[in-house]
């Protein structure tokens, strides 16, 4: 349960931080947020208490991961990566165990965000030349296109 102080202190680091590639997100199962930060050369996935304390790296490879978020219980992070070339959706377990690609195509796959019961992940991928919202079972299976536009359409969310 998130206490009054801790909502404080993600409302400012918010507000001092700002909002962007690196946005990260507060879960309130266990009140930790995860970040993509560029501090050791390369955006890479973090995970810290609501405080500020006991940052950790979860992610450690040459190739830039970001957009974490959490997923409803908090016990896993999607992301997505370009390691293998490209930007591909991942998910990895809380404590950075288990990274796992969901997606394999030639286009990039970004902005994952999972849908409040955890049955469906929300990303945008440019796969015709133009980004598209896509959704996807947490295990890779079950991809479907959801958008078909001239434009493109971007950074996908699930409302609460």
Do not use: W
């Amino acid at each position: 349960m998130l206490t009054p102080k801790m909502v404080l202190a993600a409302c400012l680091i918010v507000a001092v931080f700002g909002v962007g590639s690196a946005a990260g997100q507060v879960p309130g199962a266990n009140g930790h947020i995860v970040f993509s930060s560029d501090r050791d050369g390369n955006y890479e996935i973090y995970l810290m208490n609501a405080d500020g304390s006991g940052q950790a790296r979860l992610t450690n490879n040459t190739a830039i991961d970001e957009t974490p978020s959490f997923s409803p219980d908090g016990k896993q992070i999607v992301f997505s990566s370009d390691r293998d070339g490209n930007y591909e959706i991942y998910v990895m377990n809380a404590d950075g165990t288990g990274q796992t690609r969901l997606t394999n195509n030639r286009a990039d796959d970004r902005a994952p965000s999972f849908s409040p019961d955890g049955k469906q992940i929300v990303f945008a991928s440019s796969r015709d030349g133009n980004y598209e919202i896509y959704v996807v079972d947490p295990d890779g299976g079950g991809e479907t296109r959801l958008t078909t536009t001239t434009g493109s359409d971007v950074d996908p969310s699930f409302s609460p």
